[in-house]
């Protein structure tokens, strides 16, 4: 291989990074957190969302400053829009750190009304989870404190979890992903790395937000399918391109942070290689077609860059029936474009090696379940009931494994999510789950029971259970598992 084609290669990013430069944009991070990632396609618009800069100098904490606040934004190209956000931005700044680390998020609610953070799919003390239990008023500061677990490497978020105004909240802007790194990661650092927030929303033709009355026609579809929006956005932007070359593999991380919508992934003339989801990396990179992504959910994904120099393909949305059909919308069977991949001129570069083993998930141990439970999922209900902050569904002991059966018994899917704890998924209708991976949600679909197993090692207290579609959790499809400390550490 001669050496003209790296040569131009990196002239062009030279050239990239002097704009930049004019532009008075720092091409250098804050806070070196991996090896310098390699430099990707020179035709990219999709923005990374900005980190939040560490302000501690004490080797392995993270200090951070947030702020929730009206802002007013181009949320939609060509208008301004009244929403929120954190520190300004939406997506919010994402939060990165490294597994050990100690995080302090100096939080100030700057928005007219309360709210919380909920740090989704992190195992953290639960006085520190945000949830609906632990509101900060109007007006409040708040430090959120907690030490990232070993072995927890992975793509998580954040977003706000007040009583039954959820929903609302991330309508109006708020949620930011959250990167817990490895510092001995199995996938080399040489792949460019990309991390894409999925949102939609709805907009009236001045650019305002378009949530409607509840008691409206418009607000009782929402408040049985879920509100979806037209618009697509990925890191907050209408269809953005990703340049990759020929033989390239980039990282993906990406997060649904939609109310409702179910993104069916697919990258049509490629087949994507699944490496992780809600809790970090599998044990080996999966070959698939496509990947069904819920409500709060995330995967890893390496994108190879198998198409040739100079051609274009895109990242889709194919159609999934998650509806009743009754309020199921007509559009239901449109695929959606969320952003172009374009290859770049540069003669195919040989592709990097892939571990074929990445790490070890070990199996949660069935056979020591000391207790079965069946959650029965309907519209807008868990085992009949609606939320009640004052009262415990479930009641469990530090150290107990356990298998909860979900059982959808309606007609549209129901994302159920699990606060503080990872689980793995046993089987979906009786067959066992092909793969084994951590989880905090698991899209269970219409009539659909799942097994799944967890183990409650740490952080007694409350925790939430609930549906993801943020307007079912709003109107209560939720409930709530004490853990209690074990008998035998009671103090008298
Ligand atoms: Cu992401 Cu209780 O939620
Ligand atoms: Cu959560
Ligand atoms: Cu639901």
């Given at each position: ?15 990239v ?20 990632r390699?430099?990707?396609g020179?035709?990219?618009?999709l ?17 951070v ?5 009206p ?24 939060l ?10 100096h ?27 632990s ?12 030490t ?9 978020w ?6 039954a ?14 990167i817990?790194?490895?510092a001995?990661?199995p996938?080399?650092n040489?792949?460019?790395e ?42 907050g932007?209408?269809?953005?391109v990703?340049g ?6 980039q990282?993906?991380?990406v ?21 992780g ?53 007509a559009?239901w069977?449109?695929?959606l474009?969320?952003?172009s991949?374009?290859y770049?001129?540069a003669s ?42 004052n ?7 530090l150290?107990?494994?356990e ?5 959808n ?20 209708d ?6 084994r ?23 007694p207290?409350?925790?939430?259970f ?25 103090r008298?």
């Open positions: 291989m001669t050496n003209s084609v790296p040569n131009r290669f990196t002239r062009s990013c030279l050239s990074l002097a704009s930049l430069a004019l532009l008075g944009v720092s091409a250098t991070p804050e806070r070196q957190l991996a090896a310098p390699a430099a990707v020179l035709e990219d618009s923005a990374m969302p900005p980190v939040l800069q560490n302000i501690s100098r004490v080797p392995g904490t993270v200090e400053n947030l702020s929730a606040a802002a007013r934004l181009a949320l939609l190209p060509g208008h301004v829009t009244d929403a929120y956000a954190y520190n300004g931005t939406v997506p919010g700044p994402t990165e750190v490294h597994e050990g680390d100690h995080v302090i998020i939080f100030h609610n700057s928005l007219p009304e309360a709210t919380t953070i909920h740090w989704h799919g992190l195992h953290i003390p639960a006085v520190m989870d945000g949830s609906p239990l509101p900060i008023g109007a007006g409040k500061r708040y430090d959120y404190r907690f990232i677990p070993r072995g927890t490497a992975g793509t998580y954040y977003h706000p979890h007040p009583d105004r959820t929903g609302y909240q991330m309508a109006m802007g708020l949620y930011g992903a959250i817990v790194r490895d001995n990661d996938l080399p040489s792949l460019p990309k991390l894409l927030v999925l949102s939609d929303n709805r907009f009236r033709p001045d650019g305002s937000l378009d949530i409607p009355d509840p008691k409206s026609l418009q607000g009782q579809i929402d408040r049985e399918n879920g509100r979806e929006g037209n618009v697509l956005l990925v890191n932007q209408v269809m953005p990703i990759i070359r020929s033989g390239e593999v990282r993906w991380r997060i649904n942070v939609s109310a409702a919508r179910i993104y069916r992934l697919a990258i049509p003339g490629q087949t994507l290689l699944h490496v989801d809600d809790g970090g990396l599998f044990e080996r990179p999966r070959e698939v077609g496509e990947i069904l992504l819920a409500n709060s959910e995330r995967v890893e994904i390496l994108v190879r860059g198998t198409g040739s120099p100079g051609s274009k393909t895109t990242l889709q949305t194919l159609p999934y029936d998650r509806y009743d059909p009754h309020t199921r919308p559009s069977q449109d695929t474009d969320l952003l991949l374009r770049s001129d195919p570069m040989t592709p990097p090696a892939l571990p074929s083993v990445m790490r070890t998930v070990a199996a949660l141990d069935t056979s020591r379940a000391s207790a079965r439970r069946v959650i029965v999922l309907s519209q807008e209900l868990i085992n009949g009931k609606t939320m009640d902050m009262r415990v569904d479930i009641r469990s002991r150290g107990a494994t298998i909860w059966e979900i059982d018994v309606v007609t549209m899917d129901h994302p159920f999510h699990l606060h503080g704890f990872q689980f793995q998924i046993l089987d979906r009786g067959i066992p789950e092909p793969y991976s951590w989880k905090d949600v698991v899209n269970v679909r219409k009539h659909q029971v799942v097994h799944i197993v967890v183990r409650f090692d740490d952080f207290g409350k925790w939430m609930h549906c993801h579609i943020l307007d079912h959790e709003d109107h209560g499809m939720m409930g709530i598992l004490e853990v209690r400390p074990p008998l035998t550490r009671r008298l």
